[in-house]
Antibody, heavy 119, light 107 residues
Framework: QVQLVESGGGLVKPGGSLRLSCAAS????????MSWIRQAPGKGLEWVSK????????YYADSVKGRFTISRDNAKNSLYLQMNSLRAEDTAVYYC????????????WGQGTLVTVSS | EIVLTQSPGTLSLSPGERATLSCRAS???????LAWYQQKPGQAPRLLIY???SRATGIPDRFSGSGSGTDFILTISRLEPEDFAVYYC????????FGGGTKVEIK
């Protein structure tokens, strides 16, 4: 069965960096676009970044452009999010999600990892 | 950017009742590229509906989606205890945006 397991979250000071990972299993990872989506405490969902199946095409939300970098290693079935220059407003649960083959919606989600940016 | 407005913010209903959730877009959603998700406390969202009206794999038929253009509806025909949750719509016709959510709570 499809599994997505995020890791790497934690407490970091403003201006700091963190690298999130997402381990995928149960499907052919290299066939699918993947995204990071976040949810601030008590708030709604915000799409953060997306990467194509080969890793050659990448998109970012304006709120993270220039600070976050998405990448993937298809040999390791893994997705990453390098987060630099973190701000308090980046505090959220970060989900990795698989984009469906038939459209840009998300058919599987990981359980999320919490990132807290605070001094 | 297409803004999605969900209403009501909170819906208070009893098990067995019908739930009608609205998602209104600031401009027409191309090809009715709209999805609905369910999220329970402490859990990740789960895909319910895509393409405005297609049920995802394993989703009970009490969940149905309808609409086109700027107005979309998620209907839960008879609420089961496990259906009390927050529901989000998402459009993928132009970039990608989520609505603010509707909480369905037990009355």
């Amino acid at each position: 069965q499809v599994q997505l397991v995020e890791s790497g979250g934690g407490l970091v000071k403003p201006g700091g960096s963190l690298r999130l990972s997402c381990a995928a299993s149960g499907f052919t990872f290299s066939d699918f676009y993947m995204s990071w989506i976040r949810q601030a405490p008590g708030k709604g969902l915000e799409w953060v970044s997306k990467i194509s199946s080969s890793g050659t095409t990448i998109y970012y939300a304006d709120s993270v452009k220039g600070r976050f970098t998405i990448s993937r290693d298809n040999a390791k079935n893994s997705l990453y999010l390098q987060m630099n220059s973190l701000r308090a407003e980046d505090t959220a649960v970060y989900y990795c999600a698989r984009e469906a083959i038939s459209g840009r919606f998300f058919d599987f989600w990981g359980q999320g990892t919490l990132v807290t940016v605070s001094s | 950017e297409i803004v999605l407005t969900q209403s009501p913010g909170t819906l208070s209903l009893s098990p067995g009742e019908r739930a009608t959730l609205s998602c209104r877009a600031s401009q027409s959603v191309r090809n009715s590229y709209l999805a609905w998700y369910q999220q329970k406390p402490g859990q990740a969202p789960r895909l319910l509906i895509y393409g405005a009206s297609s049920r995802a794999t394993g989703i009970p038929d009490r969940f149905s989606g309808s609409g086109s253009g700027t107005d979309f509806i998620l209907t839960i025909s008879r609420l089961e205890p496990e259906d009390f949750a927050v529901y989000y719509c998402q459009q993928y016709g132009s970039s990608l945006t989520f609505g603010g959510g509707t909480k369905v709570e037990i009355k």
